[in-house]
Structures are given as C-alpha cells and as structure tokens.
T-cell receptor, first 112, second 117 residues
Framework: QQQVKQSPQSLIVQKGGISIINCAYENTAFDYFPWYQQFPGKGPALLIAIRPDVSEKKEGRFTISFNKSAKQFSLHIMDSQPGDSATYFCAASITNAGKSTFGDGTTLTVKP | GAGVSQSPRYKVAKRGQDVALRCDPISGHVSLFWYQQALGQGPEFLTYFQNEAQLDKSGLPSDRFFAERPEGSVSTLKIQRTQQEDSAVYLC???????????????FGPGTRLTVL
C-alpha cells in the first residue's frame, strides 16, 4: 500500500516557467509534509515543509499548497531555472514517530 | 564539513558476502535514520535511533539486516549474506531533536551505493 503518491513522474519546463508537482496521501495521522530536492550522487536536501494547520507556505521561489480535506499537497517552483533541474520528493510523517514516507519522485528538467 | 557523512560511498559485494556501512551524523544530533533507496524510487525507511536506543526497526526487510549505534553517535548498518535485491543506495539522516521536538527535520548524507553481483 503506497501511502504517498506523487505525480508526474517527470516534468519538462521552460526557463522562467512554473513547475508544479503534486502529492496525495492516505494516512490522516500525517502532520508534517516536507519536500526534498535531490541531485545525482547526493542525498535528499530539505527544501520546504508545511504542517496541516496552514494552507500555503512560501519560501523564495518555492511554495507549498496544502489541501487537508482532499489529502493533497503540491510544490510550485516559480521562475524555474536550469539549476532547479533535479529529482523532487514529497514526504509525509507523524511528529515524534520518526520515519518519513516518501513519494517516488519527480524528475524535473528546466530547459534554457 | 558539518554535514552527515557516509562511508564507503560505493561498495561492490559478491552475493553471500557481509557488508558494513557507516554513518557519521551531524555532531550533537540525537536522532539517526537509515533509508534504502532503490533506483528510480523514493527512500524507504529502515530503522531509527534516538541516541543509542533503536526505537523503530520496522522497515528492516529481513533478519539479515542489522543496525547499531552503540555510543549514540556513529552508526553502522550491517547486511549479512547479501542478495542481489539488496542493491540500492543506503541513506543515513540525522536530526537535532529526539522525540518531542522537531524530529521531522532530517539532514541526509550522500548515501552508500551498494551493488551485489
């Protein structure tokens, strides 16, 4: 049973465009939803995270939108740059439970 | 550097060999996690330590997998009698907080790529 489903699997965006990646979760006990960026040969790096008491969080060009009733959340990358080309993972966890459950990742390519 | 470090970065083992993977967390971090990342997939949880105590090992796929953190800092993930399906990247992450704090903020190492022939 996959608890966090991520889409699309891959995404190609022109420089300056908006990249949107979506995730859906099943476990309503999840209360922390981070997004990670991973470059080849590197470990995932935390980009931005949200808790379900807010519907949106913005940090620079990165925004998380959260819909608790639909059990969905998304990452928006504004003004996408070639340096944003990487694999992005959404994740979900329960505070104090330790482990994170990850989606399968989205490979983003930003064309110059 | 002050990040999480892992060694070796690459490991090739023949089927049936035992391997040991090392993780050096960020100094002072209470929590330590191991994840397994298969090619083209997201990381999957293996086990979690708070200091030296292994609080969750529900993700370990079989009794061939064993992890320890005897002094609450460095951790070792050991895989006995390796099989081809064990081929993956093994990621270690650490967190400053333990239970009751922002345990979710995890910092990942670069991983060890294990290939079992």
């Amino acid at each position: 049973q996959q608890q966090v489903k991520q889409s699309p699997q891959s995404l190609i965006v022109q420089k300056g465009g908006i990249s949107i990646i979506n995730c859906a979760y099943e476990n309503t006990a999840f209360d922390y939803f981070p997004w990670y960026q991973q470059f080849p040969g590197k470990g995932p790096a935390l980009l931005i995270a949200i808790r379900p008491d807010v519907s949106e969080k913005k940090e620079g060009r990165f925004t998380i939108s959260f819909n608790k009733s639909a059990k969905q959340f998304s990452l928006h990358i504004m003004d996408s740059q070639p340096g944003d080309s990487a694999t992005y993972f959404c994740a979900a966890s329960i505070t104090n439970a330790g482990k994170s459950t990850f989606g399968d990742g989205t490979t983003l390519t930003v064309k110059p | 550097g002050a990040g999480v470090s892992q060694s070796p970065r690459y490991k090739v083992a023949k089927r049936g060999q035992d391997v040991a993977l090392r993780c050096d967390p960020i100094s002072g971090h209470v929590s330590l996690f191991w994840y397994q990342q298969a090619l083209g997939q997201g990381p999957e949880f293996l086990t979690y330590f708070q200091n030296e105590a292994q609080l969750d090992k529900s993700g370990l796929p079989s009794d061939r997998f064993f992890a320890e953190r005897p002094e609450g800092s460095v951790s070792t993930l050991k895989i006995q009698r390796t099989q081809q399906e064990d081929s993956a990247v093994y990621l270690c992450a650490s967190s400053f907080y333990g239970t009751g704090g922002s345990i979710n903020e995890q910092f990942f190492g670069p991983g060890t790529r294990l290939t079992v022939l």
